[in-house]
């Protein structure tokens, strides 16, 4: 009888330390919506914890090759969710939850009328982009900057940051002018700097839609918040607050 009771109460410990939270792998992009998706899903699921992690897509997907504890992935783009399903990581099918965009952004005054061409003005100097490497949003750059034929002249000015908010944070410190996430203009922090004179879109035509990917992953498979907050994700709801900080909805 005191084996039988010792074994409920181990499996009792083992269920409530995982109950009510979840750990989402958050491409950094989205650094600026989450805490608005959060505070959603709690209104539905008060009693659930989510924590996020935050960096470059590459680099969460190394990390859930690793064994990182995550339970969702919420990728910049959709090649690394499809990598992590082929390999039976997510059990999730990739399903595209936001497109993103790229924008412009300089803490000075500017004429965006040439667009991308911009770009090979003598007056600017350094360029901020993300690692085109790990961060879909650099290599979205690389493309639309090669798709108008400026690549190899603006090349050498260019300066990497390894995540989405460092690029901004270069654009607007260490660099003339960067190419960031179109999200980032939404967050609180930025309401000092002025669509069409410290920031703008660029022409969406130059580079392929940057469809951002989500799915379940493996140790997510028997949680039902995890599943309810993926869930949540592919929601009116989220859409509606998504669209709000400048993301595209297919």
């Given at each position: 009888m005191k084996k039988i009771l010792a074994i409920f109460l181990a499996l009792f410990i083992g269920v409530s330390l995982h109950a009510g939270k979840?750990?989402?792998?958050?491409?950094?992009?989205?650094?600026?919506?989450?805490?608005?998706?959060?505070?959603?899903?709690?209104?539905?699921?008060?009693?659930?914890?989510?924590?996020?992690?935050?960096?470059?897509?590459?680099?969460?997907?190394?990390?859930?090759?690793?064994g990182a504890p995550f339970d969702i992935f919420m990728a910049a783009?959709?090649?690394y969710p499809k990598a992590l399903y082929l390999e039976k990581i997510a059990v999730t099918e990739p399903k595209i939850y936001a497109q993103g965009a790229l924008a412009f952004l300089t803490s000075k005054s500017t004429d965006f009328?040439?667009?991308?061409?911009?770009?090979?003005?003598?007056?600017?100097?350094?360029?901020?982009?993300?690692?085109?490497?790990?961060?879909?949003?650099?290599?979205?750059?690389?493309?639309?900057?090669?798709?108008v034929g400026?690549?190899?002249?603006?090349?050498?000015?260019?300066?990497?940051?390894?995540?989405?908010?460092?690029?901004?944070t270069y654009a607007l410190k260490a660099a003339d002018i960067g190419l960031v996430n179109a999200s980032a203009m939404y967050s609180d922090k930025m309401t000092q700097y002025k669509e069409g004179t410290h920031w703008a879109l660029v022409d969406s035509k130059t580079?392929?839609?940057?469809?951002?990917?989500?799915?379940?992953l493996k140790r997510a498979?028997?949680?039902?918040?995890?599943?309810?907050?993926?869930?949540?994700?592919?929601?009116?709801?989220?859409?509606?607050?998504l669209s709000r900080y400048g993301y595209l909805l297919p």
């Open positions: 979840i750990t989402l792998a958050v491409a950094a992009n989205v650094t600026y919506a989450m805490d608005e998706l959060i505070s959603a899903f709690n209104e539905t699921y008060p009693d659930t914890k989510v924590e996020t992690s935050l960096t470059s897509s590459g680099k969460l997907t190394a990390q859930i090759r690793n783009n959709m090649a009328s040439d667009g991308l061409k911009l770009l090979t003005s003598k007056k600017i100097g350094k360029i901020a982009i993300a690692n085109p490497k790990t961060a879909p949003y650099g290599t979205a750059a690389v493309e639309a900057m090669k798709n400026i690549y190899d002249e603006v090349a050498p000015k260019l300066v990497y940051a390894e995540s989405i908010p460092q690029t901004v580079y392929t839609p940057i469809d951002q990917g989500i799915v379940l498979q028997d949680n039902p918040e995890a599943k309810a907050f993926y869930e949540f994700m592919l929601s009116d709801g989220a859409r509606e607050i």
